[in-house]
Structure formats: structure tokens, C-alpha cells
């Protein structure tokens, strides 16, 4: 036991002792993770930005499930309900025509925060980009033609809100009317948390056709999960940079310790030992440079999201970049970082076994 604790001793002063003396040797690889995990977690705060923005986006607007017919269901966790019809329609304005989704529901009150002016009452709410395209105004009367069989079927609605949802296609192919004349085929559910519509859908719609936010707008949830894949690939690449930074000074200072090395094998310190002093400096390293990066990358995640930096809203059709710290990428990243550099250096020590101490001493 006391010889165990001579050793752990021994082995913490000459950690202490091999990093004063070469601090020079070891900034590069300190700043090369520092500048990893900054630019991890920056870009993967864009990125949770953009997807949660996305969600919410989706979520604001589209029902979180669509059942077939209608459904008198209610349960704990349902934020609201209405009856819809949802069909390919044309909207005709002073001479102008588009090809539309038609929303006609029961209750318009669910656009309410998509709401950018007017009001949600009966009558006809259309998307910012729509309105825009048709160049209509509050008060017009917009000409819709729905197809009753084969037979067209034009009926006038007054514009009496705007909304805007984030997202592309509803904003400029979508128009949500309120007709207390039409059947509604359709039952909408909004929830507190439309995370929980997969769990929802399997719980409480099983025996019917339902389909949640997720299905209905594949494409724009796929979009999500090619992101999730992105901020994965960057890690991976910091993680072996940051491994190969300090498996190359590792190496280096090896090289430049022979001495010492022949030193501590000639005072009867075993391999495995002289390797822990080593792969304690590594670890060290990948901790001061992830403190670094996480302290840097914070503040400029909190910088980014006090100055609201401004972005063509004509191409991403929101008016600032929005960050999102992702706690969970920026935590598994240390225990990651650190797991590879120990690994690497592991790897690289292992060449200590093949040094000889005749050789390392014959010089001094």
C-alpha cells in the first residue's frame, strides 16, 4: 500500500514537473481543442437554433395529429381541437391565380400567435407570401374555386388576417377559410407538448387513421434529422483532431524525454507507470482546452443571441440567426474528447516499452 501511494505520488509531481517544463510544447494542442470545441458548440448552436425554430414553426401551425372523421376524444395534454377539410384549391384576385392547400376548419383561434394582422375570425386568413403574390390587402374578397366532383365550385371569402408561420409552403400555399356550410371530414388535436404525438397517436389513435406532424411534413422533418447527422460528423472530426493534436505532441515529447525516461527506469519505475505521467498530461491538456472552448463558445452563443444578428430574411424567411445551446452535444462532447485523447495517448506511450535504458543513458 505504501508503495502504491509513493508511486501515485511520484507519478502526480513528475506530471507537474514535465508540464512547467514543457508548456511551450503543449499550447498547440491545448488551442487546437479549445478552438475544436468553440466551433462545436457555435455550430451546433446554429443549427438547434434553426431545427427548434423549424419545430416550433411547424407546430405553430400544422395539427400535431390529423384523425379521419371526426373524434369526440379528450384527454389530459390536449391544448386544443377543431374539425377541418383540407383540399387542393384555387384562389383567383384581380386577374391573379395560385394553386392552394385550402385549411377550412371550425375554429380559426389555432392561428393565433401566427397571427401578423387582422384578426381570426370567419372569412379568410391568408399566408404573408400568398397575400403578397396575389398583392391583396385586409377586406378583399378573394374568389376560391373548390371541385364538388367534377363540377367547380366559386365561392367568395373577405382576407380578414395575415399570418405568418416561418415555414415557406404554408406561408405561400396555404389559405385558411372558416365555412359553417361544409362538412368537416377531418379531427385536429394541438398539445402542450407536440413532442408527445408519437406516444399520443400509439396510446390513444391506434384504432383509427391518424397521422401526426411528423408524417404529414416528412420533408421538413427530415430536414431536422440530416442536421442532427451534421452536428455528429463535426464532432466526430473535432474529436479525432483533437486526438491526433496530442497523440503528436505526446509523441514528441517523448522523443525529447529519453533521458529522463532512462532516468526513471533506471530508479526501478515500471512502464505502466511512466505511461500514466504521460496520459496525465493529455488528460489535462484535453481538460484546459475543453474549459477553454466551452467558456468561449458560450460567450459567443450568448453574444449571438443578444446582438440578434440580422440574415436575409428572402432565404431563410426568419430575420435573425437563431442559436440554441444544445446542453446535451456540449456535455458528451467533454467525456468524448477526453475519452479519445486518453485512448490516443494510450496508443502513443506504448513506444515507452521499446525505449532502452542503456541506450537513453549512454550520454549521460
Not at 84 to 93: E, K, R
Not at 135 to 140: F, H, K, P
Amino acid at each position: 500500500m505504501t508503495n502504491k501511494r509513493f508511486t501515485d505520488k511520484a507519478v502526480f509531481s513528475l506530471v507537474k514537473g514535465f508540464i512547467k517544463k514543457s508548456r511551450k510544447s503543449f499550447k498547440f494542442p491545448t488551442i487546437a481543442i479549445a478552438i475544436g470545441v468553440w466551433g462545436l458548440i457555435v455550430i451546433t448552436s446554429v443549427v438547434n437554433g434553426f431545427d427548434r425554430l423549424l419545430i416550433d414553426s411547424i407546430t405553430r401551425f400544422y395539427p400535431h395529429i390529423t384523425v379521419a372523421g371526426k373524434s369526440d376524444l379528450y384527454f389530459s395534454g390536449v391544448k386544443e381541437k377543431m374539425f377541418f377539410n383540407l383540399d387542393n384549391s384555387m384562389v383567383a384576385f384581380n386577374g391573379s391565380f395560385e394553386y392552394v392547400q385550402l385549411m377550412d376548419c371550425d375554429d380559426m383561434s389555432f392561428l393565433g400567435s401566427s397571427i401578423i394582422s387582422g384578426q381570426p375570425e370567419n372569412g379568410a386568413a391568408i399566408g404573408k407570401e400568398l397575400s403578397e403574390y396575389l398583392n391583396v390587402s385586409l377586406g378583399d374578397e378573394l374568389t376560391v374555386f373548390k371541385i364538388k366532383g367534377i363540377i367547380p365550385i366559386a365561392k367568395k371569402y373577405k382576407v380578414v388576417s395575415f399570418f405568418k408561420t416561418g415555414v415557406y409552403i404554408f406561408d405561400s400555399k396555404f389559405l385558411v377559410i372558416n365555412d359553417k356550410d361544409s362538412v368537416k371530414n377531418f379531427t385536429a388535436y394541438y398539445f402542450e407538448d407536440p413532442l408527445k404525438a408519437d406516444e399520443y397517436k400509439n396510446k390513444y389513435f391506434s384504432y383509427s387513421p391518424a397521422y401526426t406532424w411528423k408524417e404529414s411534413n416528412k420533408t421538413l422533418t427530415q430536414t431536422v434529422e440530416i442536421d442532427g447527422l451534421i452536428a455528429l460528423l463535426i464532432t466526430v472530426f473535432i474529436v479525432l483532431m483533437a486526438g491526433f493534436s496530442v497523440s503528436n505532441s505526446i509523441t514528441f515529447s517523448i522523443l525529447t524525454r529519453k533521458k529522463e525516461i532512462g532516468i526513471l527506469k533506471s530508479l526501478g519505475m515500471k512502464n505502466i507507470d511512466i505511461q500514466k505521467v504521460f496520459i496525465s498530461e493529455s488528460l489535462i491538456i484535453s481538460v484546459i482546452g475543453y474549459l477553454l472552448g466551452l467558456a468561449g463558445g458560450m460567450l459567443t452563443v450568448t453574444m449571438l443571441d443578444f446582438f440578434k444578428i440580422k440574415i436575409p430574411s428572402g432565404i431563410f424567411y426568419v430575420d435573425y440567426l437563431p442559436v440554441s445551446l444544445n446542453l446535451s452535444i456540449a456535455g458528451s462532447s467533454f467525456f468524448i474528447i477526453t475519452g479519445i485523447v486518453v485512448f490516443f495517448s494510450f496508443l502513443t506511450t506504448r513506444m515507452i516499452s521499446g525505449i532502452d535504458t542503456l541506450e537513453a543513458l549512454k550520454d549521460e
